[in-house]
């Protein structure tokens, strides 16, 4: 964000490098239930974006001091595989994973109904395979589907986005050259039913303006992941009824 570049982001016919309109989103595939020993799993890609989520849970929490006597604690872990970045990433937790991790906790605890889990954990592990810009909203979106399909109490899923700026334009959805080279990233994430925003950050500069209509132009996406996201549950559990013969 901070490196000037001079990559041109947007060419004459309005395109971004990889094709997509500003108000595009990447190709968004989800798919539920795709690892047998976790309680409940999903794999997502966003554009080249690919992440896989598992839940265990509710449970006993371990180390037990962290043990709350009225809810569940919900314990997120985000780590980016060594192969998922064009540089090898160092394996381990960095700064940054664990800010991610963090983030992801508290927006999935705005939806998790912890307080019927007394002293339990809820562990929610997000792997990068391959990270292309939005890793952490991509890996909120399997968490959420992950925890609907281990079946964990929720109010609702919950889908993110970012929107950024390059070019001095609004982009939906940002790439990696975007989010590294351009002026503004802005994750969001919200749940649909209220349209509360339970997550928010900001990384770059963007005007008031800027901001408010980046905000509608997220949520607005957030909505449409929001489909992706029950449709990959409703095909988990679409129960084929067998043709009756006559
Ligand atoms: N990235 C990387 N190495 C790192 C961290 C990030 O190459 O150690 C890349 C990766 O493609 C990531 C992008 O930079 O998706 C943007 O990272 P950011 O911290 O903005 O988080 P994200 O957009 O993935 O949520």
Do not use: W
Request: hydrophobic fraction near 40%; proline fraction near 5%.
């Amino acid at each position: 964000m901070s490196m000037e570049s001079d990559i041109k982001f947007i060419d004459e016919n309005g395109l971004r490098i990889d094709g997509r309109r500003p108000d595009e989103l990447r190709h968004i595939k989800i798919e539920a239930g795709v690892l047998e020993n976790a309680d409940g799993s999903a794999y997502v890609e966003f554009g080249k974006n690919k992440v896989l989520a598992a839940v265990y849970g509710p449970r006993e929490c371990h180390p037990r001091h962290l043990q709350n006597p009225s809810k569940a604690i919900i314990q997120c872990k985000y780590n980016m595989m060594t192969f998922s970045v064009s540089d090898r990433k160092r394996p381990g937790p960095d700064r940054r994973s664990v800010e991610i991790s963090k983030i992801i906790s508290e927006a999935l605890e705005s939806v998790v109904q912890t307080e019927l889990f007394p002293r339990a954990s809820i562990d929610v592990y997000m792997e990068i395979l391959q990270a292309n810009a939005g890793t952490r909203c991509a890996g909120l979106v399997a968490a959420s589907v992950a925890l609907a399909d281990a079946g964990v109490p929720m109010k609702d899923i919950i889908p993110a986005i970012a929107v950024g700026k390059a070019d001095g334009k609004l982009l939906l959805d940002l790439n990696k050259e975007e989010d590294n080279y351009g002026q503004a990233d802005v994750p969001m994430a919200i749940i649909p039913k209220t349209g509360e925003v339970v997550l928010l950050q900001m990384d770059g500069h963007m005007t008031q303006e800027e901001f408010e209509t980046a905000l509608d132009m997220g949520i607005k996406a957030c909505y449409e992941i929001y489909e992706l996201q029950k449709d990959a549950l409703k095909r988990r559990y679409a129960v084929e009824t067998p043709e009756v013969e006559e």
